[in-house]
C-alpha cells in the first residue's frame, strides 16, 4: 500500500484509540470499585444501550473481515457462515436471555451454582469460560495482524507481531481501568462505526450494478473461476462426505455456540432487569441480523469487483477482501477516494478488534476472579480483592492471546471464531440447559458435562486437520491428524449433553428439590434476582 494509505489509516486508527483511552478515563475517575461497578456497569443501561453493545461484541473482526472473506473465496457455502451467527440468536432470545438475568450476577457460573455446590461447578465452569474467550480472542489477534499486514504492504512480520502486543497491551488498560461501563461505551460507539461503514460499502457495490443483485452475483461466478459452483453448495463443504458432515458440524456450533459465550451471557448482567434483558436482545437482532444480510453483499462485492483471486493473492484466507473492495470502489490504489475509503474501512476494522477484544477479556477474567478465585479462597476473597484479582488476570489472559494469535496468524478469522463456538456448545451450553430446565440435575452432572463437552473438543480440534497433517494447518510439516473434521462440534456437542446425563444418573447424592424449585422461580419471574 501506498504511504498516504498508511499515513491516514494510522491517523484513523490513532484517533479510535485516543477516543476510547478518554472514554476508559473518564469511567475509571467516576466509579466506586465494587464488584457490580466493575462487572456489570452497575446494572445502569438501558436496552437499546445494551442491544448495541451486545452487537458490537458480537460484530467481530470474524464477522466484518472473515466471513466477508469466505463469500468472495467459496461463494454460497461462505454464506452459510452468516446464516449460522444470525440463527443462533433465537436459541439466546427464547431459551437463555431473560432466565439468565434472573439466576446470576456475573458470570455463567453463578446461574450454575444457583442449584449445586459451588465449588466444583465454579471451577468447571471458569474453566470452560476463560478457554472459550481466549479460543475467541485468538481470532481477533489474527485479525489485526492480517489488516496490519495488508497496509504494509504484506511485508514485515515484524509489525504484525508488535500489531498484535499492541491490541493486547490496549485491551488490558480498557478492561483494567474501566471495567465493564467503559467497555459498554466503547462497544456501543464501535457498533455505530461498523454498522455504517457496512452500510456505505453495500451502497457502493449496489451503486457498482446499478441495484441488480442478479448481475452481482454472475460477475461474482464469473470473476471466482469456478463459474455456477460459486453460487452453489458445495464448494467447500461438498467435496466428499468428510466435508458435508464438517459443514453439519460448522452448522451445530454456530448456531449453539452464542447461548454460551462468556462474554454475550455476561452483557445480560449490565441492565436492570429480565425484560430489559429480554428488549436487549430484540435490539442486537436488528442491528446483527441487518448487519450479516450487508456481508452477504460485501463478500460477493469483493468477488465480482476485486476477484477471488486477487482477494486470496492478499491473504490466503481471505481476511483482507473487505478493504480491498473499499480501495477499488473508492476508485483504486492511486485515487484519493480509494485512499480515503480504505483508510476508513482499516480503522473501523481495527475498532472492531479492539473493542471485542475488550470485552472478551472482561469476561475471562471475571471467570478468573469471580469463579476460580472465589473459590479456592473462598474465605478471603473479599470483593475488592476480587477485582484486583480480575484485573491481573486480564494481563495473563491477554498474553496468552497474543502468543497464540502469533501461531494461528495464517488461518481465517471466522473459521478460528467457529472452533470457539463448538467448544462453547460443547461445554458451556449443555450445563446451562441442563441447569435451567432439568429437575433432577446433579452437581456431578454439571461437572461432567462441563469437561465431557470441554476436553473432546479441544482433543478432536488438536487431532484434526486445523493443526497438522495438510498444507493449511497451523504445523504443516508434522502429521498427528487422526480425526477428519474440522471442527469438532458434530461429535463433542452430544458428548457434552451425554456426558451431563450419565454424570446425573450415576450420582449417589440426589438433586436438591428446594433449590431447584427456587431457581425455576426465580427463572421465571425474577423475584430475587441480582
Known amino acids: ?15 479510535f484509540v485516543a477516543v476510547t483511552l478518554g472514554i476508559t478515563t473518564y469511567v475509571s475517575r467516576n466509579r466506586h470499585g465494587s464488584a457490580e461497578e466493575f462487572y456489570a456497569g452497575g446494572r445502569l443501561f438501558s436496552p437499546m444501550e445494551n442491544g448495541f453493545a451486545i452487537a458490537g461484541d458480537y460484530m467481530s473482526a470474524a464477522s466484518f473481515l472473515g466471513i466477508s ?7 454460497y457455502d461462505g454464506l452459510l457462515y452468516s446464516v449460522g451467527f444470525l440463527v443462533a440468536w433465537l436459541v439466546v432470545l427464547f431459551l437463555v436471555a431473560e432466565l439468565v438475568r434472573n439466576c446470576g450476577r456475573f458470570t455463567l457460573a453463578d446461574v450454575v451454582a444457583a442449584r449445586m455446590r459451588e465449588r466444583p461447578v465454579r471451577i468447571a465452569a471458569g474453566t470452560s469460560s476463560v478457554t472459550v474467550s481466549v479460543l475467541y480472542l485468538v481470532a481477533q489477534m489474527v485479525g489485526a ?7 504494509l504492504g504484506g511485508t514485515s512480520d515484524a509489525a504484525q507481531t508488535w500489531t498484535v502486543i499492541g491490541v493486547g497491551a490496549l485491551m488490558v488498560i480498557y478492561v483494567s481501568m474501566g471495567g465493564m461501563r467503559a467497555t459498554t461505551w466503547i462497544q ?9 461503514g457496512a452500510i456505505a460499502l453495500t451502497v457502493l457495490v449496489l451503486m457498482r450494478f446499478h441495484g441488480d443483485f442478479d448481475q452481482l452475483l454472475r460477475t461474482a461466478a464469473d470473476r471466482s473461476g469456478h463459474g455456477g459452483q460459486f453460487l452453489a453448495p458445495g464448494l467447500k463443504y461438498g467435496g466428499d462426505w468428510t466435508s458435508r458432515f464438517d459443514f453439519i458440524s460448522l452448522g451445530l456450533a454456530l448456531v449453539l455456540g452464542t447461548a454460551g459465550l462468556p462474554h454475550i451471557l455476561s452483557r445480560f448482567y449490565t441492565v436492570p432487569t429480565a425484560r430489559a434483558a429480554r428488549r436487549s436482545v430484540v435490539w442486537s437482532i436488528g442491528l446483527i441480523g441487518s448487519f450479516y444480510l450487508m456481508t452477504i453483499v460485501l463478500g460477493f462485492g469483493a468477488a465480482a469487483v476485486v476477484g477471488t483471486d486477487a482477494v486470496r493473492g492478499s491473504n490466503a484466507a481471505g481476511n483482507t477482501a473487505v478493504p480491498l473492495l473499499a480501495l477499488d470502489l473508492g476508485g483504486g490504489a492511486d485515487s484519493t477516494g480509494g485512499t480515503v475509503l480504505f483508510a476508513v474501512v482499516a480503522a473501523v476494522a481495527f475498532a472492531t478488534i479492539l473493542a471485542v477484544v475488550a470485552g472478551i477479556t472482561l469476561a475471562s477474567s471475571a471467570s478468573v476472579a469471580h469463579d476460580l478465585y472465589a473459590s479456592l479462597r473462598r474465605k478471603n476473597a473479599k470483593p475488592h480483592s476480587e477485582v484486583a484479582v480480575a484485573r491481573v488476570a486480564s494481563v495473563g489472559i491477554g498474553a496468552v492471546a497474543i502468543g497464540l494469535g502469533l501461531v494461528a496468524r495464517d ?16 461445554a458451556n451450553l449443555p450445563v446451562l440447559l441442563y441447569s435451567l430446565f432439568w429437575r433432577q440435575f446433579t ?3 454439571a461437572v461432567w458435562s462441563v469437561y465431557g463437552g470441554l476436553l473432546p473438543a479441544l482433543v478432536l480440534v488438536v487431532l484434526s486437520p486445523v493443526v497438522s497433517g495438510s498444507a493449511n494447518s497451523l504445523f504443516p510439516g508434522v502429521d498427528f491428524q487422526y480425526f477428519p473434521l474440522e471442527n469438532p462440534g458434530l461429535v463433542s456437542i452430544p458428548l457434552g449433553f451425554l456426558a451431563g446425563w450419565f454424570g446425573t444418573v450415576t450420582s449417589s447424592d440426589p438433586a436438591d428439590e428446594a433449590k431447584h424449585a427456587e431457581t425455576e422461580v426465580r427463572s421465571l419471574t425474577g423475584a430475587g434476582a441480582a
Do not use: E
Not at 1 to 15: N, R
Not at 145 to 151: E, F, I, M, N
Not at 411 to 426: D, E, K, M, R
Open 1 to 15: 500500500m501506498t504511504g498516504d494509505h498508511q499515513t491516514l489509516a494510522l491517523v484513523l486508527f490513532g484517533a
Open 69 to 75: 472473506g469466505l463469500i468472495a473465496l467459496y461463494g
Open 145 to 151: 495482524g492480517s489488516l496490519v499486514a495488508l497496509l
Open 188 to 196: 456501543i460507539v464501535k457498533a455505530v462505526l461498523l454498522m455504517a
Open 411 to 426: 488461518l481465517n478469522v471466522a473459521f478460528l471464531v467457529g472452533l470457539a463456538f463448538a467448544v462453547a456448545a460443547s
Open 443 to 445: 452437581t456431578r452432572g
